[in-house]
């Protein structure tokens, strides 16, 4: 193997490992939600090291690639996108994480209905996440595409399971607790969302070297007014870098 | 969203106004085909880099540029190469003319076994540049300070250019090809004997110099072509493969050739 090529491999295996461990924990965190499990929830939340160790793994890959390799256009993008993508699995189990700790709390308390509508809307998150590495790992700009549109879906989906828990909230004040547990795993499920999409950018830089579009050009539903995070809490919002020319 | 393929963009409408046309241009080493039918227009006020493997002609090609194959008896340069419209390869044409408009630096630095004044003042005297001792120091004096040396030698003219150090030399020999007011820089790796330290002042120098001149660079270092280039142009095995602007050759190049050698993988 010359040049570059065995490092960056290595690098998107890496990437791959820990959106497998991402996926894993999601999927467990809503497992542990569904059948109000409070052991799998501390399961999943004791095995959130392993991201932050992994992300400090292919930081450290990544800058040795940078250092001894200086990789141009592709390659290049493919270290920088890895490392954004590596820091974006890392706020994924976060949110994984996060729902797990509401799980725990939530399995103390009675069943709630809202807890299955939840929960669909995570499986729908996990199955963008999923989609979107894999485009990433296949170079897939098709399948980014379709993940990188059906954002939207999650967020339609976020918008209907806020109202719901509002008015059951209003309905039955014995139930705000809860609801307010759900409330928070309902937008940490959306913002997965978000990190899917932003993968599915990436996907897209990688392959054809466009920078993705501002934040605010992605098609998304209105969120919920007034209960939704400012505009900047978009996952690593846009930007990748591109060669600047000496021009001027 | 643009999720779709990078459109080959088409070639970049030039900024600048054209120093060389080159057409149909091919080299013969003997039998040997070293440059083949190569076509490309060189752009003036900027600085241009040749990259590529190690024998595909990009030395070749640049001493198309002023005629410095000439000096090979078993090189023949056919086609067509034009400096601002005119034909170098004329008859009429005068190569040692021709060389103090198209001045060289090689990439071992080369100074004459003379003083750093006499070295300076060499090309302006056999061209009869300047007419008096007054002017020719001043020439001498202006040609030091923009290759960056008049300060480290100003004491020690007298000296000779060889008691220098190699970026120093490689200074003096940029002062050399300056002093007799060239419109173009040709520059054969530059920097490959120098460290990083002087390599990172010769590449000052090609900036401040790009506003005056056209200047040509041939580099093993793609970052060096990155930093110091506008546009770049990629050879192999005396074709030119690709050329274009700097940030879009070694951003998003069209060519699988080009992207395997600026990563390193051309075996
Ligand atoms: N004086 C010469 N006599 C015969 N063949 C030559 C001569 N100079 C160059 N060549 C041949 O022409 C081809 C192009 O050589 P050239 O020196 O232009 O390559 P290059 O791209 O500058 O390589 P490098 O990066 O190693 O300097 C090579 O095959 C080389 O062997
Ligand atoms: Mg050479």
Same mark, same amino acid.
């Given at each position: 193997m ?55 793994q ?12 200086q990789?141009?256009?592709?390659d ?44 669909r809307?995570?499986?729908q ?45 209003m ?41 993705p ?25 846009g ?10 | ?19 060389f046309?080159?057409?149909?241009? &091919? +080299?013969h @080493? =003997?039998?040997?085909?070293?440059i ?7 752009? #003036?006020? *900027? $600085? ?69 004044y006499? &070295? +300076?003042? @060499? =090309?302006?005297?056999?061209?009869g540049l ?6 020719? #120091?001043? *020439? $001498?004096?202006?040609?030091l ?17 060889t ?7 490689q ?12 419109e ?15 390599t990172?002042?010769?590449?000052q ?13 041939v580099?093993h ?12 142009a ?9 050329y ?5 050759i ?18």
């Open positions: 010359i040049g570059t090529d065995a490092e960056i491999r290595k690098l998107s295996n890496a990437i791959a490992e820990m959106g497998g461990v991402a996926e894993a924990n999601l999927s467990r965190a809503l497992d542990a939600l569904s059948r109000r499990d409070a052991a799998l929830a501390a399961e999943v939340i004791l095995d959130d090291k392993r991201l932050d160790r992994m992300e400090k292919v930081d450290e890959q990544a800058v040795r690639i940078l250092m001894m390799r990789p141009m256009a592709r290049l993008r493919a270290v920088i996108s890895g490392l954004k993508i590596a820091s974006t699995l890392e706020r994924v189990g976060d949110m994984a994480k996060n729902t797990a700790k509401r799980a725990q709390i939530l399995a103390e308390g009675p069943a709630h209905r809202s807890i299955g509508p939840v929960v809307m995570g499986r998150s996990l199955q963008q996440l999923t989609q979107a590495l894999d485009a990433y790992a296949n170079g897939d700009l098709e399948l980014a595409r379709q993940v990188w549109r059906r954002d939207v879906e999650v967020d339609e989906l976020y918008n209907s399971v806020f109202r719901e828990l509002l008015t059951y909230m309905e039955d004040p014995r139930t705000i607790g809860a609801c307010a547990q759900l409330m928070f795993v309902a937008k940490n499920i959306e913002r997965i969302g978000d990190h899917a999409t932003f993968i599915a950018e990436m996907t897209s830089y990688v392959v054809s070297a466009e920078a579009p501002p934040a605010d050009e992605r098609p998304k539903a209105p969120l919920e007014a007034g209960f939704d995070e400012p505009e900047d809490s978009a996952p690593a919002s930007a990748a870098p591109s060669v600047g020319s000496n021009a001027g | 969203m643009t999720l779709t393929m990078e459109n080959p963009a088409a070639q970049a409408a030039p900024r600048n106004d054209l120093k046309a080159c057409r149909g241009v &091919n +080299v @080493y =003997g039998d040997a085909h070293a083949k039918d190569l076509a490309i227009d060189i752009e #003036d006020r *900027l $600085v241009t880099a040749f990259i590529g493997p190690s024998g595909c002609g990009k030395s070749t090609f640049l001493r198309c540029l002023n005629r410095m194959n000439d000096t090979i008896s078993i090189c023949r340069v056919t086609g067509d190469l034009k400096l601002d419209g005119e034909d170098i390869y004329a008859p009429r044409v005068d190569p040692v003319q021709l060389r103090a408009r198209v001045g060289m630096v090689f990439q071992k630095p080369n100074p004459f076994p003379k003083s750093i006499d &070295n +300076v003042a @060499y =090309g302006p005297r056999i061209h300047t007419s008096s001792r007054e002017e020719l #120091d001043a *020439l $001498v004096e202006s040609s300070t923009k290759a960056g040396l008049w300060g480290e030698v100003k004491d020690r003219l007298d000296k000779p250019g008691g220098l150090s190699g970026g120093q030399q200074r003096l020999c940029i002062a050399r090809a300056i002093a007799t007011k060239p173009v820089l040709l520059m054969d790796e530059p920097c490959s004997a120098l460290d990083p330290i002087a990172d002042r010769i590449e120098l090609i900036g401040d110099l790009r506003s005056q001149f056209c200047i040509v660079i580099t270092s793609m970052q060096q072509a990155a930093r110091v280039s506008q546009k770049t990629f050879f192999h095995l005396g074709h030119l493969v690709e274009g602007d700097t940030a879009d070694f951003n998003k190049p069209r060519d699988k050739r080009t992207e395997d050698y600026i990563n390193g993988r051309f075996g």
